[in-house]
């Protein structure tokens, strides 16, 4: 039913509503886990915002939600240690402490004995590192060091940001975000909350094909509902800006053509599983519990980008509306549902 409240006022762009092909769940102690990770923020990396009401402002984005969203069956310990991973990711941008994270990798990647000066982010990655690892095979402990230099890699030198004559074109930037980009070590802790070891899989076609739509659907799904924030921001390029601003096409264009190529990946990432499942890697029980748990990383991520605060306004509380027109610049605002925007 269209939704009959005022629509949001000034500049306006209309989201139509994303595919839904995989089916989303929350792990059944959700809410425990998000307590649990929020106190974890606290306790760790309290001290490093400037007052108490920039730490509530971030525990408001809800980023302890994340976990329970994309490992549903996994078990508690291991779903809170991806919401605590994501919460220490998100909370060093949120600071605009990405320099400091040279430092913390290379403190986890040596245990804490390579002289890193000690930080609050190093002591956090060292409690949740800890945690892992125990969890991760010698091979996976080796490809969570190079994940996590490609993540040292997008923070501290990004993808190129506007003028947009300098700004690669969008396949190019899609193709190196996905190389360098946090979702590399999000599909290792999909294999740890899995218990399973995908090492000896990952580099064969089947498997770089089925990531790489994994990963570009994720991406554009960010940057669709994260553009009222990216369009104040210098850098990174998000998707939305570089059709509009380097490609010179018309803003909600820009939008719908967005939301075309997330239902292709998304469709392709479901034919290249069920090729998967039906050859002889198919067979593998790990194999499967691995497919089952990388659907839930994609649907979980979709979820969660509607239901941060982080996309909308510091205050936004979402409905459960999944299309629909709504504010560029008002400080917080929400989709108004209607049937179309013809």
Known sequence: MPDSSTPPAGRQLYLPE????????????????????????????????????????????????????????????????????????????????????????????????????????????????????VGLSLAQRERLDAGLAALHAEVVSPVPALPPAEAPDLDTCLQRRSARMRYRVLGLLTEFAAAVDMTPFIDTPTFVDLHAHACRQMIIVSDLLSYRTAQRKAAPMNAVRLLNERDGMPLQDAVDRLCELVEQHERAYIGARSRILASPLGNHPDMRVYLVGLDQLVAGSQEFAYLTPRHFGDGAVWDGTRSGWYSVDEPVTRLHGSDDHT
């Not at 886990?33 to 408001?60: I, M, Y």
């Not at 220490?88 to 000066?117: F, M």
């Open 18 to 133: 994303l595919p839904r092909l995989i089916p989303v769940a929350y792990h059944a102690n959700a809410v425990q886990l998000e307590t649990a990770s929020n106190n974890w923020v606290r306790r760790f990396l309290g001290d490093c915002f400037a007052a108490e009401e920039e730490l509530l402002r971030f525990l408001r984005q809800r980023n302890g939600l994340y976990g329970p969203l994309t490992v549903p069956d996994a078990e508690a310990e291991r779903a809170l240690c991806v919401s605590d991973w994501y919460q220490l990711v998100n909370a060093i941008e949120a600071i605009g402490a990405g320099a400091l994270l040279g430092g913390v990798v290379a403190g986890v990647k040596d245990g804490g004995t390579a002289g890193q000066p000690e930080s609050a982010y190093l002591s956090a990655a060292r409690d949740l590192f800890g945690r892992i690892v």
